[in-house]
T-cell receptor, first 112, second 114 residues
Framework: NAGVTQTPKFRILKIGQSMTLQCAQD?????MYWYRQDPGMGLKLIYY???????DKGEVPNGYNVSRSTTEDFPLRLELAAPSQTSVYFC???????????FGSGTRLTVV | AQSVTQPDIHITVSEGASLELRCNYS??????LFWYVQSPGQGLQLLLK??????LVQGIKGFEAEFKRSQSSFNLRKPSVHWSDAAEYFC????????????FGAGTILRVKS
C-alpha cells in the first residue's frame, strides 16, 4: 500500500547511544517532515525537507540530524541519546507542501 | 506567534450523544485549519480541512467543523458518537513557514461510554 513507512516501531536506547529512525514514502512527495509527539504537547517539528538534497531545521532540532539523498527516504539521526529524547516520532510527507500530509505510524523511542 | 489551543484535555460522552471538541487558533493571516484523529498506537489521520469558502466543512466518519473567524475557532462536531470514535483528536493550523508546517494543539482525548 502506498504511504509513509517508519522503522522501527519501538526502540529502547541507553543514554549516549546513537540510532537512525528510518522513513520512506512511495508517493513521490517532495516535502517531508519529522515531528515528535510528547504527552499534552501536541506535535513539534524537528526537521523538514522540500526535496532531495535540501533540509532545514524546524522548531526543536537540537540533538538531531537528517539527510535527504533521495526523494523517497528521510532518515532522522540521534547521535547522543538523552532522556529528553524519549518521545514518539512521526514522519510525514506532502506534495509541494500543500498540507495534505500523510503520516507514518510512528516510532516510540525510550532513552534510559 | 502561531498557536492552537484545545481547552479540553479529556472529554467523555455517552454512545449516541452529540460531540463538540473545541479549537481556538492564533494566526495573523488567513488560516488553513485541520482536524486529525489518532487511535492508540497509530499515526494521524486527516478528518477534515478548511482552506476557504463555506465555513461548515464536512469530513470523514460523519464529522464536521465550523470555521468562525470572529471567534478564531474551528470546533469539531459529530451528531451521534460511536464507541469506535474513542481516540485523541488534534486541531492544527497550517503556517507558511518551515516548509508549510502544521502547528498542532495539545490534543483532546475522547472517551465513549456505553
Amino acid at each position: 500500500n502506498a504511504g509513509v513507512t517508519q522503522t522501527p516501531k519501538f526502540r529502547i536506547l541507553k543514554i549516549g547511544q546513537s540510532m537512525t529512525l528510518q522513513c520512506a514514502q512511495d508517493m513521490n512527495h517532495n516535502y517531508m517532515y519529522w515531528y515528535r509527539q510528547d504527552p499534552g504537547m501536541g506535535l513539534k517539528l524537528i526537521y523538514y525537507s522540500v526535496g532531495a538534497g535540501i533540509t532545514d531545521k524546524g522548531e526543536v532540532p537540537n540533538g538531531y540530524n537528517v539527510s535527504r539523498s533521495t526523494t523517497e527516504d528521510f532518515p532522522l539521526r540521534l547521535e547522543l541519546a538523552a532522556p529528553s529524547q524519549t518521545s514518539v516520532y512521526f514522519c510525514a510527507s506532502s506534495y509541494e507542501g500543500t498540507y495534505g500530509y500523510t503520516f507514518g505510524s510512528g516510532t516510540r523511542l525510550t532513552v534510559v | 506567534a502561531q498557536s492552537v489551543t484545545q481547552p479540553d484535555i479529556h472529554i467523555t460522552v455517552s454512545e449516541g450523544a452529540s460531540l463538540e471538541l473545541r479549537c481556538n487558533y492564533s494566526y495573523g493571516a488567513t488560516p488553513y485549519l485541520f482536524w486529525y484523529v489518532q487511535s492508540p498506537g497509530q499515526g494521524l489521520q486527516l478528518l477534515l480541512k478548511y482552506f476557504s469558502g463555506d465555513t461548515l466543512v464536512q469530513g470523514i466518519k460523519g464529522f464536521e467543523a465550523e470555521f468562525k473567524r470572529s471567534q478564531s475557532s474551528f470546533n469539531l462536531r459529530k451528531p451521534s458518537v460511536h464507541w469506535s470514535d474513542a481516540a485523541e483528536y488534534f486541531c492544527a493550523v497550517g503556517v507558511r513557514e518551515y516548509g508549510n508546517k502544521l502547528v498542532f494543539g495539545a490534543g483532546t482525548i475522547l472517551r465513549v461510554k456505553s
